[in-house]
Each structure stands twice: as structure tokens, then as C-alpha cells.
């Protein structure tokens, strides 16, 4: 038996987690390239104080900043065959994140297969025509990459697997005039921890995860933060350093920011908290199909597949998801589809199936920037994965404890990460403290 070649783009936790599989069927599979712009494991989860780019002139990829704890306890981010420490705590600062991926990578021995410091330029098909007119044509992908010598090679693979992310290209929105404003301008992606902006006053625009963790942060060392997004107030307590307000909707000629209610107010810093833009520069959208927009990817059967080429995966595209369960289901799923214990419908089907999860979402008034949203919906997707492939689905307990702590979130976001939680069998788990 010839054994499929897999590419894996980027070493972060989708990617380590597709190497892990594709390792233990060796049988079917090669062992896998993984390619990995930065020096070591992690992805998002490897924390750099350097902001713009690295010594090599390439963006910093990493959004991390110092004090981030994590927003889901250990019990539901873990892979479900790999559990982090028992003795930490449930919610936990991005080191341990970052440790359990590199022992995750040791245990599975992934770390020979990984080419570090090497940029992935372009993946293009190669389309060979099948035997048998009923089969689809067969594609294979050269993949030119060049490592930080700046040697450049092309090799050719059976299937790509995109795990390179959606958490580094930030999103700035258009804000009218604003080269008028007269204070520091900056994305969350460039955040890296508080006492800097000390006694100023910051305006952060975006309330979701990091809008709301930062502008805590900020108050506790002081400065004073104004909480701007268009979502109904938040009815949590907050700290009293934090109001909230509307939207900026223009910068005044005098440098003062335009709210949507028609006030006024000057500020010291504009903070974005409003996410990042899908950028794969190694991809030719038109020539796969895909619209590749900045917040949204389409079309892709099962979230996952171009219709057009049903061996290139993109892995962890969906947005509020519990991350690393998410990616356990997709890629076993993708595996399954290579190894044929998958059938795929025609690509006509494949490509209506995909418009239609995307339209039905429209239809319901989902914003189109909001469309891989899929939060309460996640659950009864990677059900689907796992009884398509037949693999293990995830346990009932961590979708129990997912919505436990997006309650507490809701009620107390400065203090929620103060209780501990664990699983008890399949279906249960219960606080500790």
C-alpha cells in the first residue's frame, strides 16, 4: 500500500493534534511535515513580549499577553485523550497552556516531524484526471516553503491540513477621521500587559473575551477605561475604573471621539478588541472556490473542506468553540475521509450543503460577519463528526460544564475564574471549591 503524504500548516494546538492522529495510523499514513513559521510549539499559546515583528522581519503571530488566564477551565479545553495536570487549577494562566502542548508533543513524539522556522509560501492542486470518469479527479498539492536561510523547496502531498489559525491578522474596523485622533492607536493583538497605560484614559472598542479582560486588567492598574461596543450592556459587575457605552462612530476634527448617542469625549488611547481577519496568503481563494473574506470563509462542507477539494482541511475555523475538543473531532473526522471510511456525497451536494448551513444562518438574522459562530451549535456538530467516522464523541460532561461557566461568565466576569471544577465519569462533574 502506497502511504498518503500529509502537510500540516502550523504546530499550534490543531496542528500538533493532526500530526497526533495521523501518527497513530502509520499504517495508512506517512508520518507528517508539519511547518511552523515560528521556533517552537504552541501557536497563539507562545507568549512574546516583541510587538510588529521578529528579528527576521516576519509579524509576530502569537496574540497572547502576559496576564491571560484562560476563559474555560481545564476540564473542557483539554483533548479529550490527553488530560492536563490534576493538580492545577481548573482555569490557568497561557504558560500551562503552552507546557501541556509541549508535553502533548513529546508524549506523542510529533517534535522530528516539524519543520520550525520555515514559511509556508504557496499551496497550489495539482489536478490529475481519474481512470474511471465516475470518480472525482485526483489532486495533489505542491507545497513551496522556505526556511529562514530563505531556501526555498516545493514538495508534493496527498492531503493539506490548514492549522496555521485566525488569531493574527487584526481587524480595524472603519472608523471615520480617524487619523484625526490625537492619542496612541492599537489592536489587542499588540497588548501585552497593563502598567503602561496607568492613569490614562483608554477607550476599548469590543466587548467579547479580550474587550472585557483587558479593560479589567487596565483598571486595575488605574487607568480609566470606557467600554465601547454595540451589544446590550453587560449586566455583570464591573470594576469601577469600567463604563460602558456605544459604539465610536467617528473621530471629531479636534481629535475627540463620536459616539453613536451623539456624545463627545477625548481619550488617551483606542484600544481594538475586535477580533482578526482570515488571512492565508499561501492560498489562491479563487482557484479552491473559497471566499476568503476577513470574517468569514466559504464555502466549506462540514466547516471544514472546499467542496471542490475534499482533501484540504481547514481545522478550528468555527468561532466560540471549546477550541481543542473542536479540533479533536475535525481532525479524526478528516482522517476518516482520506482513509475512505467516510464517503463523501458528490461535489454538487457538497457545495449545496455548505451554502445552506451558511444561508439557514442568514436567514435567522446572524450577522454575516457572525456566520462561523457556532457556540450552542458545536455540540451537535462534533456529534455528527464522530458518528460519521466513528470515533468517540465528546462526553456529555464537558458540554455540562462548558454552559455552567458561560453562566458564571455572564454573572461575575471578574471572578469566575475562581472556582475549580472536575469530571466525574462521562455525564457529570461537580465544583470543588
Known amino acids: 500500500m502506497i502511504l498518503q503524504r500529509v502537510a500540516v500548516v502550523g504546530a499550534g494546538a490543531a496542528g500538533l493534534c493532526a500530526a497526533r492522529h495521523i501518527l497513530s495510523r502509520l499504517d495508512r499514513f506517512a508520518p507528517p511535515v508539519l511547518f511552523e513559521l515560528g521556533g517552537k510549539v504552541g501557536g497563539t499559546w507562545c507568549y512574546d513580549e516583541r510587538v510588529g515583528t521578529d528579528g527576521a522581519g516576519r509579524p509576530i503571530h502569537s ?60 499551496v497550489r492542486p495539482v489536478v490529475t484526471a481519474t481512470e474511471r470518469s465516475k470518480e472525482e479527479d485526483r489532486t495533489l498539492w505542491e507545497v513551496t516553503s522556505s526556511d529562514a536561510s530563505g531556501c526555498c523547496k516545493t514538495e508534493a502531498f496527498d492531503s ?33 500587559f497593563a502598567e503602561p497605560f496607568a492613569g490614562q484614559s483608554v477607550v476599548v472598542l469590543g466587548a467579547k473575551a479580550s474587550g472585557l479582560d483587558i479593560s479589567i486588567e487596565l483598571a486595575g492598574v488605574g487607568a480609566q477605561v470606557t467600554l465601547s461596543h454595540g451589544q446590550p450592556p453587560l449586566t455583570c459587575p464591573l470594576p469601577a475604573g469600567v463604563q460602558q457605552s456605544c459604539p465610536v462612530v467617528a473621530v471629531e476634527e479636534d481629535g475627540r471621539l463620536l459616539f453613536q448617542d451623539g456624545s463627545v469625549s477625548g481619550a488617551d488611547i483606542l484600544m481594538f478588541c475586535t477580533g482578526y481577519n482570515f488571512r492565508f496568503p499561501y492560498l489562491d481563494g479563487p482557484q479552491l472556490g473559497l471566499r476568503i473574506e476577513d470574517h468569514l470563509l466559504s464555502p466549506l462542507y462540514r466547516f471544514m473542506m472546499p467542496p471542490a477539494f475534499p482533501s484540504l482541511f481547514f481545522i478550528g475555523m468555527c468561532k466560540l468553540i471549546c477550541p481543542f475538543p473542536n479540533f479533536h473531532c475535525q481532525v479524526q473526522f478528516a482522517l476518516a475521509v482520506l482513509e475512505g471510511v467516510v464517503s463523501l456525497p458528490p461535489r454538487a451536494v457538497r457545495e449545496d450543503e455548505a451554502w445552506l448551513a451558511l444561508r439557514e444562518k442568514a ?4 450577522q454575516r460577519r457572525h456566520l462561523l459562530v457556532l457556540q450552542n451549535e458545536q455540540w451537535d456538530y462534533c456529534q455528527s463528526l464522530a458518528r460519521a467516522a466513528g470515533f468517540t464523541p465528546l462526553p456529555p460532561a464537558v458540554r455540562g460544564l462548558y454552559e455552567e461557566v ?28
Open 406 to 433: 458561560w453562566r458564571q461568565r455572564r454573572f461575575n466576569s471578574v471572578d469566575y475564574r475562581g472556582r475549580n471544577y472536575k469530571l466525574i465519569g462521562e455525564d457529570r462533574w461537580e465544583q470543588i471549591n
Open 363 to 366: 436567514e435567522q438574522g446572524v
Open 63 to 122: 496574540s497572547m499577553y502576559r496576564d491571560l488566564r484562560t476563559n474555560l477551565p481545564k476540564e473542557v479545553m483539554m483533548f479529550p485523550d490527553f488530560p492536563f495536570d490534576p493538580q492545577l487549577d481548573s482555569f490557568l494562566p497561557h504558560q500551562e497552556v503552552q507546557r501541556y502542548l509541549e508535553r502533548y508533543c513529546q508524549s506523542h513524539h510529533i517534535g522530528p516531524h516539524i519543520r520550525f522556522n520555515t514559511m509556508v509560501e504557496k
Open 160 to 192: 493539506i491540513f490548514v492549522c496555521s489559525g485566525h488569531y493574527s491578522d487584526p481587524h480595524i474596523p472603519d472608523i471615520p477621521g480617524i487619523e484625526r485622533f490625537k492619542g496612541t492607536v492599537l489592536h489587542s493583538h499588540s497588548y501585552k
